[in-house]
């Protein structure tokens, strides 16, 4: 069956830097494009980043040029590299596949950005 595990949350300072993993198994992982969310407390879950099956990049506004999505098809991974880190990046961060009309999602990893 599909599979999202998301690894890499923890706790860091402002102006620090995560790298986020997402392992996928149980589906064709270079035929499909996969997407980074978060969510943070009392928030809707919002987009942050998605990668196509070419490599084309999207990014939220508020993260671009610090955040970098990064597919690797022979590993089925996907990583999301977040430097510097702000307080309002704080929030569970998903990993998402949309799969012949249905949504996958990873059950999450916390990153807490405080001092």
């Known amino acids: 069956q599909v599979r999202l595990v998301e690894s890499g949350g923890g706790l860091v300072q402002p102006g620090g830097s995560l790298r986020l993993s997402c392992a996928a198994s149980?589906?064709?992982?270079?035929?499909?494009?996969i997407k980074w969310f978060r969510q943070a407390p009392g928030k809707e879950r919002e987009l942050v980043a998605d990668?196509?099956?070419?490599?084309?990049?999207n990014y939220v506004d508020s993260v671009k040029g610090r955040f970098t999505i990064l597919r690797d098809n022979d590993k089925r991974t996907v990583d999301l590299q977040m430097n510097s880190l702000k307080p309002e990046d704080t929030a569970v961060y998903y990993c998402?596949?949309?799969?012949?009309?249905?949504?996958?999602w990873g059950k999450g990893t916390l990153v807490t950005v405080s001092s």
């Open positions: 990668i196509g099956v070419g490599g084309t990049t």
């Open positions: 149980g589906f064709i992982f270079s035929a499909h494009a």
């Open positions: 998402n596949a949309f799969l012949y009309g249905v949504n996958y």
